[in-house]
């Protein structure tokens, strides 16, 4: 049963409508995969040595801080991390015990990458304490104890995947606990070092992580057993409708009902909830280039490149996504007498409304400099001009229907990897970051601020002409759109 399984899975892969991309982008993660295998290794070999130069102790270091390594795992796997995919409703009516249906699913997520890939740091990291004296015993028991409590967080992301609520207190917490110790108020590692710890000195202990592994997978069996159900788990969840009409909107006439919609989604859906999150957090990315706290980003072209990400992050995260975010009615909005032109305009005036609101909400920027906050406000201009056409233009090589339900893929997906989407994603980051350094190398940093802003006035100068070149694209697409919205898989 179990290869029927795996055959299904084969099949699927190989008749997808998106096959040739899948393929590209597979063999890409394999060169991907190869790398991060490789910097885990380096890690696991090299940090011992790397810590004991710093003048700390290796062990009790790595120990004070697994517990954030472990949080930190958690948060990936919650925004990265896809639950178990197997299409269970066509097995539900065959002659199938739903014990090997839901063993095969979760037992599909124990080899995801998210988990072995710890594998090549901590076996390194356990070798390389056993050849600096410690003992092998304790030194193995500590090692399987870490990767047993990293295959407990592969439970608990299932099980908190529609519990957002939860993850969110946690992340919460422990983002207390992170500030209380950065000011010395509070030192939560100093009691789970202990913890991690007694994996070392008594071996025995080992049992406790394979308790709570064998628990948690106990309780997630059991949750997607009860709730293998048409009418039950599988179905879909009705809320008691509300009306939010939002007439303050009528004002811009066809655009409203457009940007109402948007706004719904916004509000209502759990993947839209992640992509404001993001946006959210894009906000603070400026703070890796402009407290100069990473030497690599002291070149001054990434002030510019710092700028673009957090006047954009909505744009940036929302717009690549047009129009898969109306994936699940669009056969039908294409029947309606709705024009692409303003379908695309509703979208990029959103698009613009929230460049506005990231750079005003940016403006704490003011304390690292005026200058930094310039960068900013030009990242705003040429994202409003340029960048907001480009994510556009790019939506109509996008193929890839969005589950709302699920906020997985926040930043991306495997479907929507293909040569026209790069090629049309580059200039966004890259153009500006050019201009910037001709006019900054060449005339000063003042003139490569305007050399930016300038191209981004001009954008916008000419975004007639740019929708009618989008929307032509749009209109020959259509049908292919509408056809890959209509994959399951």
């Not at 024009?339 to 005036?349: A, E, F, Q």
């Not at 003011?366 to 705003?380: H, K, R």
């Amino acid at each position: 049963m179990i290869k029927q399984f795996i055959t299904l899975e084969w099949k699927a892969f190989f008749r997808s409508s998106s096959f040739s991309s899948n393929l590209a982008l597979k063999i890409l993660m394999i060169f991907g995969a190869i790398y991060f295998i490789g910097t885990f290794i380096l890690l696991g070999i090299g940090s011992y040595f790397l810590i004991e130069k710093a003048g700390l102790e290796p062990f009790p270091t790595i120990n004070q801080f697994i517990i954030y390594y472990l949080v930190f795992d958690l948060f990936i796997r919650f925004f990265f991390q896809k639950m178990p995919s197997l299409t269970i409703r066509p097995f539900l009516n065959q002659n199938i015990k739903k014990n090997k249906i839901v063993h095969y699913t979760l037992n599909k997520t124990i080899l995801s990458f998210f988990n072995f890939i710890h594998w090549f740091f901590f076996i390194p990291f356990t070798i390389v304490l056993i050849k600096e004296g410690f003992s092998p015993l304790n030194s193995l028991s500590w090692g399987l104890s870490i990767l047993l409590l990293i295959y407990c967080n592969n439970f608990i992301a299932i099980l908190i995947d529609k519990k957002d609520i939860v993850f969110y207190i946690v992340a919460a917490i422990f983002g207390v606990l992170g500030i209380l110790q950065y000011y010395a108020v509070f030192d939560i590692t100093q009691y789970t070092n202990l913890f991690f710890e007694n994996f070392y000195n008594y071996p025995y202990t080992i049992l406790i992580p394979l308790f709570i592994l064998s628990t948690l997978y106990y309780f997630t069996f059991k949750f997607f057993k009860s709730n293998l159900y048409l009418d039950a788990g599988l179905s879909v969840k009705q809320d008691d409708a509300t009306t939010e009409n939002f007439t303050w909107l009528d004002q811009l006439g066809s655009l409203a009902t457009f940007l109402k919609n948007d706004i719904r989604l916004l509000k209502r859906n759990k993947r839209a909830k992640s992509t404001l999150l993001m946006s959210v957090m894009f906000l603070f990315y400026g703070l890796l280039f402009f407290t100069k706290s990473i030497e690599a980003y002291d070149a001054p072209v990434w002030k510019i490149f710092a700028g673009i990400f957090v006047s954009g992050g909505f744009l940036l995260n929302f717009g690549q996504f047009v129009p898969s975010w109306d994936s699940s009615y669009y056969p039908l909005m294409m029947t309606q007498n709705i024009t692409y032109r303003d379908y695309l305009s509703s979208k990029w005036w959103l698009m613009v409304i929230a460049t506005v609101i990231s750079t005003l909400l940016a403006s704490f920027y003011l304390y690292f400099g005026w200058e930094v906050y310039l960068a900013i406000v030009v990242g705003a201009i040429f994202n409003i001009g340029v960048s907001s056409h480009l994510v556009l233009l790019g939506g109509a090589y996008i193929k890839t229907p969005i589950d709302l339900t699920s906020n997985k893929n926040a930043f991306g997906d495997k479907k929507s990897f293909n040569i026209k989407t790069l090629l049309i994603s580059l200039p966004k980051l890259v153009l500006p970051m050019v201009v910037y350094a001709i006019g900054h190398y060449t005339l000063g940093w003042q003139y490569g601020y305007l050399f930016v802003a300038i191209t981004g006035v001009l954008g916008f100068t000419l975004k007639n002409k740019v929708f009618e070149l989008i929307e032509s694209i749009y209109k020959k697409e259509k049908y292919a759109t509408i056809e890959a919205y209509k994959q399951k898989k």
